[in-house]
């Protein structure tokens, strides 16, 4: 049995229990053993630190506020059996620089690229918010920029595209496969392959070959740290109960992981519903995918009997991946975290009720962990407290969701 209160994986290997590890080509090994050796190097070194938390100040705007959301917390007591909720708190990423936490990450890494001297980044993205990130942080750390995009997905949020282009980044169009993130990403590690002299490949979420999942998670930890910080010093205790929602799980992974050793705090991660269970319709490998190896490492993935990964669907383009990152299959396996899912229609309620009781307009992303939140919290007694990840603004899905709002008021035919 793992040790679920481990604080000290990945491993040597770069295994988290059976999961992690680095199935990459030939040609790969030498360029993750040096970013290893140079991420080892800067982690221990008080002058990155200094420049990073910096950077994270001055440009990020962090730390960013706990605060309390009292009329979500109203709305969870008013379908509550005893008429009493939980106090739902919120860990405000939303209002990071580009309005989600994936910044927190890419600015990290950019500073790694310039330690290691390298000139250019390269990143893949699907809705367009890590390239977003990644074209941010180039532009203001002086380096070349390119990002991989399925030209579905550039199609899909062109706005994010001439946001990349507006900071100088270089926006390449990918025309294989289903034309979204799995394949953007596929081409950008082929283009690592042959330009890692001169380039680092900046990983948007906890996924990947090691050291990506720890360097990733590492940098997203700034989340939990803050938060469990702000915690102490304002209600002076722990939350009883973090959720977070799961994509690639970045945003989860960096609230979860400085609460892994807190045994009464409960953590919580939630999954891409989808519009049904069955395959294709939901974007879920931790509830419904097996162990397997997808973009280099092993984990949860969704695929068919042959090993072939699967289609996947989520209304929110950043939970709509296959693979999941190898920490959360060991926590799950663990039972440090509970995963579970939440559909299309719960997460978009959860947008509109966020939108009407706080005057904060979540991503359909952080819909999911919202939505949840609330049904856990109606559950629970008003002395107890849940901290929900708030990963994202919602801006960039207004079109998406009152799209989706309209179609839904129509009668079935
Ligand atoms: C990308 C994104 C996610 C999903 O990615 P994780 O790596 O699972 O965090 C969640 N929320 C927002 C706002 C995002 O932009």
């Not at 109960?241 to 919580?268: K, M």
Request: charge should be negative; hydrophobic fraction near 40%; charged fraction near 20%.
């Amino acid at each position: 049995m793992p040790n679920p209160t481990a604080t000290t994986l990945p491993d040597a290997r770069g295994r988290f229990g059976a999961y992690g590890g680095a199935f990459v080509p030939e040609t790969l090994v030498g360029a993750l053993r040096e970013l290893a050796q140079a991420y080892d190097d800067a982690r221990r070194d008080p002058a990155f630190q200094r420049e990073l938390d910096r950077t994270l100040a001055d440009f990020v705007g962090r730390p960013t506020p706990l605060c309390f959301a009292p009329r979500l917390t109203e709305l969870a007591a008013s379908r509550s059996k005893t008429g009493g909720a939980a106090q739902i708190w919120l860990k405000r990423e939303d209002l990071c620089h580009t309005g989600a936490h994936k910044i927190n990450n890419t600015m990290g890494q950019a500073l790694l690229a310039k330690r290691m001297g390298r000139t250019r980044i390269i990143a893949e993205t699907g809705a367009g918010q890590h390239g977003v990130a990644s074209a941010t942080a180039a532009s203001r750390m002086g380096l070349s920029c390119d990002v991989y995009m399925g030209s579905e997905d550039a199609r899909r949020q062109r706005l994010n595209v001439v946001r990349m282009r507006l900071m100088g980044a270089r926006v390449i169009e990918v025309d294989s496969g289903s034309r979204t993130l799995k394949d953007a990403t596929n081409e950008a590690m082929r283009d690592w392959m042959g330009s890692s002299d001169t380039t680092l490949y900046i990983i948007g979420s906890v996924v990947g070959p090691h050291p990506f999942p720890m360097i990733v998670r590492d940098f997203q930890s700034v989340i939990g740290r803050e938060a469990r910080e702000q915690c102490l010093r304002e209600w002076n205790a722990l939350p009883d109960c973090v959720v977070a929602c799961v994509g690639g799980g970045s945003n989860a992974a960096g609230i979860f992981h400085p609460f892994a050793q807190d045994e009464g705090v409960a953590l919580v991660g939630v999954e891409a519903g989808g519009r049904s269970t069955n395959a294709g319709d939901h974007a879920a490998p931790l509830a419904f995918g097996s162990p397997g190896v997808l973009h280099g490492s092993m984990s949860y993935v969704l695929q068919d009997e042959h090993g072939q990964t699967a289609d996947v669907h989520s209304c929110s383009a950043g939970l709509d991946y296959p693979g999941v990152g190898p920490e959360h299959a060991y926590w799950k396996d663990a039972g440090r975290v509970r995963y579970t899912h939440v559909g299309d229609d719960a997460a978009l309620d959860a947008f509109v009720a966020m939108s009407e009781t706080e005057g904060i307009i979540p991503a359909l992303e952080t819909s999911h962990a919202l939505a949840h939140a609330i049904d856990l919290a109606a559950t629970m007694q008003p002395d107890q407290r849940v901290l929900v990840n708030l990963s994202g603004r919602g801006d960039k899905d207004v079109d998406e969701a009152a799209r989706l709002l309209e179609a839904r008021q129509k009668p079935a035919q």
